[in-house]
């Protein structure tokens, strides 16, 4: 079965740039996609197709890749941004539709 | 306005069955770039994909899940309905539904707000 592994937590204070990563085997191969999820809340997409931010998520998220990981930023990271995020990715061929396994990060 | 609405039992008994609703607006079942899935999230961890229906009625399964799992829609009704057999304590978790939308590959642009199933006797 295909994995996505992320770190469990990840800590930063206000104003400092967080960095989530995500390694998969097929990244290189395959796009990822960046949810966040707030407590008692459904996960929101925040970056999808490695890079690309939908409408109405603030600029300072960003996404990249470089070989088997990917890398969401949070530039200027705020205390609203705390929350689970969870990468994702995908391969009909195969059929995985898998996620990762959630990073917590707290800003403070 | 895309919202996702699920429903269901809020308590199932080990070894039942459970049958989760998801009534679906401002978009179609039958659009080509456009499906739904099933993801559930025991208490305190991940997200786990269960099952996705595709507009023409293909199916995919989680493969650890999938004799247990039947996904099936009604589209004039805009419902897809998961069943899933032989429930476990387990199984216990926040089940969500989420459009699929396919531009390179599929992924979850919108979610319903989920419904907590409790599997206990």
């Known amino acids: 079965s295909y994995e996505l592994t992320q770190p469990p937590s990840v800590s930063v204070s206000p104003g400092q740039t967080a960095r989530i990563t995500c390694s998969g085997d097929?990244?290189?191969?395959?796009?990822a996609y960046w949810y966040q999820q707030k407590s008692g809340q459904a996960p929101v997409l925040v970056i999808f197709?490695?890079?690309k931010r939908p409408s109405g998520i603030p600029e300072r998220f960003s996404g990249s890749t470089s070989g088997t990981m990917a890398t969401l930023s949070i530039s200027g990271a705020q205390v609203e941004d705390e929350g689970d995020y969870y990468c994702y990715s995908m391969d009909t061929t195969l059929n995985y539709w898998v996620f990762g396994g959630g990073t917590k990060l707290t800003v403070l | 306005q895309v919202t996702l609405k699920e429903s269901g039992p809020v308590v199932v008994k080990p070894t039942g069955t459970l049958t989760l609703t998801c009534t679906v607006s401002?978009?179609?079942?039958?659009?080509?770039?456009?499906?739904v899935s099933w993801i559930r999230q025991p208490p305190g961890k991940a997200l786990e994909w269960l099952a996705h229906?595709?507009?023409?009625?293909?199916?995919s399964y989680n493969p650890s899940l999938k004799t247990r799992l039947t996904i099936s829609k009604d589209t004039s009704k805009s419902q897809v309905v998961l069943t899933m057999k032989n429930m476990d304590p387990l199984d216990t978790g926040t089940y969500f539904c989420a459009r699929t939308t396919r531009m390179i590959l599929y992924y979850f642009d919108f979610w319903g707000r989920g419904t907590l199933v409790t599997v206990s006797s």
């Open positions: 097929a990244l290189p191969k395959k796009y």
């Open positions: 197709e490695d890079d």
């Open positions: 401002g978009f179609s079942l039958s659009d080509s770039r456009l499906g």
């Open positions: 229906i595709f507009w023409n009625d293909e199916k």
